[in-house]
């Protein structure tokens, strides 16, 4: 009995000290994992054995883990999508909207400048008229003083 108490604790301690490096593995940096895993050898006859064992339980417990938080977060990732495919419609439909919105635009700035330049040329026309009606006045007094020589010299002869 005594032998069955002492190999039950020295296996309670191999599973304590199997748990220890499974949790120095998963925290440590890969390059410091070498002297971890050779410790796995130098314990006990077969504990190698008993500690892949272990690892294995870890990594199904992992699996299980990951498993579990992949369909916790499935419904949100496909909602997600849903979403996005929702948006990626209105955005095509929002730019079809603002291309349309940037043709009539366009169109109708091309309008507004050829109106521009219509008004442009009317005004230089305008003022150009406005000058020769100045120029003309200012001609008037001496057009009016060679009518009157015109008819001074037609009546002296």
Do not use: W
């Not at 309670?12 to 000290?17: D, G, M, N, S, V």
């Not at 120095?24 to 500690?51: M, W």
């Amino acid at each position: 009995m005594h032998i069955t108490i002492m190999a039950d604790s020295e296996t309670l301690e191999c599973i304590t000290e199997h748990e220890r490096i499974l949790q120095e593995i998963e925290s440590t940096d890969t390059a410091c994992v070498g002297p971890t895993l050779r410790s796995i050898y130098d314990d006990q006859p077969n504990a190698h054995k008993r500690f892949m064992e272990k690892l294995d339980a870890r990594i199904r417990n992992h699996d299980r883990e990951i498993e579990k938080m992949c369909n916790f977060h499935h419904q949100g990732f496909v909602d997600a999508i849903t979403e996005l495919l929702k948006v990626r419609a209105d955005a095509e439909k929002l730019m079809g909207q603002v291309t349309d919105t940037n043709r009539r635009l366009q169109d109708a700035g091309r309008e507004v400048t050829a109106q521009t330049e219509e008004v442009i040329r009317c005004r230089v026309q305008q003022r150009n008229m406005a000058t020769t009606v100045e120029k003309l006045q200012l001609c008037i007094p001496v057009l009016e003083m060679y009518s009157k020589l015109k008819e001074q010299l037609e009546s002296k002869r």
